[in-house]
């Protein structure tokens, strides 16, 4: 399950064949977990407005607000973040697989750690390490090695790692405008934010979307900096164009129907 930020580190699709060189069976995106966040976000935003809500993915935030915030728990958007829901989706089509999750986070894995459906989290550092240890080229042109992701997929959500990639994919124009919607990054400004907090709510905003680290995702602790930020903040945008041009009839897309019967709801305590 390779998180959306990969192109910012990785080639794509030389990311594919690496991956399944190094032993994994099946290669999914974790954005169609993300288009599944987003769809339950969209409906608890819509039926509550009794306090500002707080975008829930970032784990350093959600460890933060536990630790210093408690009274604000309750402003957590209570949704599975993108891993979470993909690993459901994953659970339920691929039954009896082991799901790992790669990512620029290091919480990551304190999250992976309180949900039945990720098995292991691993950062993009530690990736690196496996594809030395097991001497996997950055390159793979041998043939048996398939070069596409599995279903489950979906293309607006890949700039879901940049600032602002929740908001900006949320389709909230029937719901919420422009000025209910705070975007904010780094740890020292979300302190600001989350101690500027009255009775539940934020100054007039009705969401939050932030993370705690500068420039959002693309720049998790997690990653070998191999490109500056605004080079990875490209990479991103340009692979969103490429996928949405040349990839989206190939039959992987994921459907909300994919995720019937799937429960994204999540408690924060
Ligand atoms: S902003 Fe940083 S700490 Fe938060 S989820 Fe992204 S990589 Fe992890």
Known sequence: MLAPSFISVYDYPDIVYRLRALGFDKVVEVTFGAKMTNLNYYQILKENNDRTWISSPCPTLVNVIRGKYPHLLRNLVPVHSPMGS???????????????????CLTKKMEAQELDTIDEALTFRDLDELFVKYNIPEEITDTKHIATFDKFYNDYTKIYPLSGGLSDTLQYQHILKKKDILVMEGMGNIIKILD???DGYYKNYKFLDILTCEGGCINGPGINYQYPVKERIKRVRKYKEYA??????????????DADGLDFSRRFE
């Open 86 to 104: 993909m690993g459901l989706i994953c659970r339920k089509h691929f039954p009896g697989y082991v799901n790992v999750f790669v990512g620029p």
């Open 196 to 198: 500027g907090f009255k």
């Open 244 to 257: 949405s041009r040349y990839e989206k009839d190939l039959g992987r897309t994921g459907k909300k129907a």
